[in-house]
């Protein structure tokens, strides 16, 4: 059987990634639909699901996005 509440520990849904993110679920929305992050997609309908993440998904993103300073010339 699955156990829902497990799931709530593990993955987040768009408004707690957003809020992790420090974004407007709008912006996550349009990582998602753009494949910028990676994301799972759970369940059927038109909309093709609902999404969620972990916060390994949110950290592989940041680091990926993080702009590392030039080495000076000695």
């Given at each position: 059987?699955?156990?829902?509440?497990?799931?709530?520990?593990?993955?987040?849904?768009?408004?707690?990634?957003?809020?992790?993110?420090?974004?407007?679920?709008?912006?996550?929305?349009?990582?998602?639909?753009?494949?910028?992050?990676?994301?799972?997609?759970?369940?059927?309908?038109?909309?093709?699901?609902?999404?969620?993440?972990?916060?390994a998904?949110?950290?592989?993103?940041?680091?990926?996005r993080?702009?590392?300073?030039?080495?000076?010339?000695?």
């Open positions: 059987m699955f156990d829902q509440s497990a799931a709530k520990q593990n993955y987040l849904d768009v408004e707690e990634a957003a809020e992790r993110l420090g974004v407007a679920p709008v912006t996550v929305r349009r990582l998602t639909a753009n494949k910028e992050i990676e994301h799972l997609r759970l369940g059927a309908g038109a909309s093709g699901g609902r999404v969620y993440f972990t916060q998904m949110l950290d592989d993103f940041l680091a990926r993080t702009v590392r300073p030039l080495a000076k010339a000695a």
